[in-house]
């Protein structure tokens, strides 16, 4: 499966469902057919439309789409997305909100790699920019990375958030989500080791796979079903020629959104299916409900295959950070040096991703943390994607995250030394 063949292949069939669609919609639209009072000609055109916009957006990077917020003062105020570190494999980006004063909680957010970008977590950035000044980790899609710019793993992403957390300096609250959270622990334990007066206020840590072992889910039940033989053999491919990161090998994002319909076959049909009936009546609109989630959904980027194989390989089959063995830079990487950080665990009833459990089995970890600074929190009834996203997010677990926040918040003791952005 290493070929370029195999990836320029799922490339090319994509390219021609988008181009399929968007004759299908030309074509039936012209107005002589408007004549012919046959429906095949509006549902031919609906067809189009849908097809074409779900095999192109497949390809796009989707906009955060926050372009303003309303201030205490009760005005507008402008949102400005700036880099403040750059590397080749993600940024460290600040939303910036004009004319306001620094806010009393700066919150980095660590988003997931996972297949979907940063934007994924759009709805949890934009509800907690009133309150914080927040700050996001934007991974890059590894199709678009040349291959001299290396490698990128399991401890390279640790290594990422090491740098962002120095850059922030000690008075920076970190979120994180589903599949950084094991990492995001282990950079707080390594900055705790390496240089403590770097180390974050609080981290809460919301529906990760700490623990793969502390509850089965399809997830960990494949984990433990393949080999990393099969694995390798099945999921990785070669870039294509069409992007600049020609004959990196990477676990394809359209390989995965096969996986992710795959799970939910009969759903996801029936959604296109309704679709298509509401644009030939007219009712379908740029910004409705089905196109909302699904112009994120279908929105995948790749990942380096040195990053998804070791991710399976060390967090989910030899558990490196359950067992607490898990090793950076050839330093092995003690959670039990975590002595002062806030440490809040969320998750969900019904997470079938990350399932309740997973992501708790982290307090466990933290042996010498005090207990006053452990805190956790179940959510009845909410999914994987609720409790960041969802109703359950807006109406008790955001509150809850900002006053966890607020109850840790204080003078740091020195800041550090802020790194220069580098690339």
């Known amino acids: 499966m290493k070929y370029m063949a195999t990836y320029d292949l799922m490339e090319t069939a994509r390219n021609t469902n988008e181009w399929l669609g968007a004759t299908a919609r030309a074509m039936a639209s012209y107005p002589v057919f408007a004549l012919s009072a046959n429906p095949l000609f509006q549902l031919t055109a ?5 097809t074409e916009r779900t095999f192109s957006r497949m390809v796009t990077k989707p906009d955060w789409g926050i372009r303003s917020i309303v ?38 957010v660590v988003t997931p790699m996972s297949g979907h970008y940063a934007t994924l977590l759009r709805p949890t950035v934009a509800s907690l920019l009133p309150d914080a000044d927040v700050y996001v980790t934007d991974w890059h899609n590894a199709r678009d990375i040349p291959v001299s710019a290396g490698k990128f793993d399991v401890e390279d992403y640790v290594l990422y958030l090491v740098d962002f957390m120095r850059h922030l300096g000690p008075d920076t609250h970190v979120v994180a989500v589903c599949q950084p959270v094991p990492l995001t622990l282990a950079a707080t334990a390594y900055l705790a080791a390496e240089d403590p007066e770097a180390q974050p206020r609080s981290l809460t840590l919301m529906g990760g796979p700490v623990d793969p072992d502390a509850a089965a889910t399809e997830v960990t039940d494949f984990g433990r079903r393949v080999t990393m ?24 994002g359209l390989l995965q959104l096969a996986g992710f319909m795959s799970m939910n076959a009969e759903r996801h049909g029936k959604a296109f299916q309704e679709q298509v009936m509401r644009a030939a009546r007219g009712e379908a609109s740029d910004h409705d409900a089905h196109n909302r989630f699904y112009d994120e959904y279908l929105a995948v980027m790749d990942m380096t295959a040195e990053f998804y194989l070791s991710t399976v390989e060390r967090i989910f089959k030899n558990r490196e950070i359950a067992r607490n063995e898990f090793v950076v830079a050839g330093k092995k990487v003690d959670l039990g040096a975590i002595t002062r950080v806030a440490v809040k665990i969320v998750e969900g009833e019904k997470d079938d991703i990350s399932a309740p459990g997973q992501c708790l089995a982290a307090l466990r970890l933290l042996t010498n943390l005090p207990e006053d600074k452990k805190a956790s929190h179940l959510e009845p009834g909410a999914g994987h994607y609720g409790i960041f996203a969802g109703k359950s997010w807006r109406l008790n677990i955001r509150p809850l995250v900002l006053a966890f926040i607020d109850a840790n918040s204080g003078k740091p003791a020195k800041s550090p030394v802020k790194l220069a952005a580098s690339q």
Do not use: C
């Open 46 to 50: 609906a067809w189009g439309e849908v």
């Open 71 to 108: 201030g205490a003062d009760g005005t507008d105020h402008l949102v400005d997305i700036t880099p403040v570190v750059e590397k080749d494999f993600g940024n460290l980006i600040k939303f910036s909100v004009r004319r306001r004063e620094k806010m009393a909680r700066q919150i980095l």
């Open 229 to 252: 033989g099969q694995l390798e053999h099945m999921a990785i491919q070669r870039v294509g020629f069409k992007y600049k990161g020609a004959g990196r090998l990477v676990y394809p």
